[in-house]
Nanobody, 129 residues
Framework: QVQLVESGGGSVQAGGSLNLSCAAS???????MGWFRQVPGKEREGVAA???????????FYADSVKGRFTIAQDNAPNTVYLHMNSLKPEDTAMYYC????????????????????WGQGTQVTVSS
């Protein structure tokens, strides 16, 4: 059974940085791991995803709104997925969720939350102007 626990959220001023962590258990080294965010009244939005395809090949995917500012990374020992967030903007304010899926992530499908079967409880990120 996959279990995901996020940490690292908080409140920062615009331009600041936060580092989110997702401690994962029950995943394999072939799971696609994603970070999503959601604000009340809006749909859950894909922020970034990391897919270790094997043979030392991995892929990282980012929403256009965070490219160049956010970085996703995975550490296999222990199983932790990170989201390093720099140059934060007020529009980045949301609840951030870590998620895992068994199927590979591709450029076309990584941001769709439906195939992700395991979710963490979320961690709040608030960016003030």
């Amino acid at each position: 059974q996959v279990q995901l626990v996020e940490s690292g959220g908080g409140s920062v001023q615009a331009g600041g940085s936060l580092n989110l962590s997702c401690a994962a258990s029950g995943i394999t080294n072939r799971n696609c791991m994603g970070w999503f965010r959601q604000v009340p009244g809006k749909e859950r939005e894909g922020v970034a995803a990391f897919y270790p395809a094997g043979d030392s090949t991995s892929y990282a995917f980012y929403a256009d709104s965070v490219k160049g500012r956010f970085t996703i990374a995975q550490d296999n020992a222990p199983n932790t997925v990170y989201l390093h967030m720099n140059s934060l903007k007020p529009e980045d304010t949301a609840m951030y969720y870590c998620a895992a899926r068994l199927l590979p992530c591709t450029t076309e499908n990584w941001s769709n939350p439906d195939p992700f079967r395991a979710w963490g409880q979320g961690t709040q990120v608030t960016v003030s102007s």
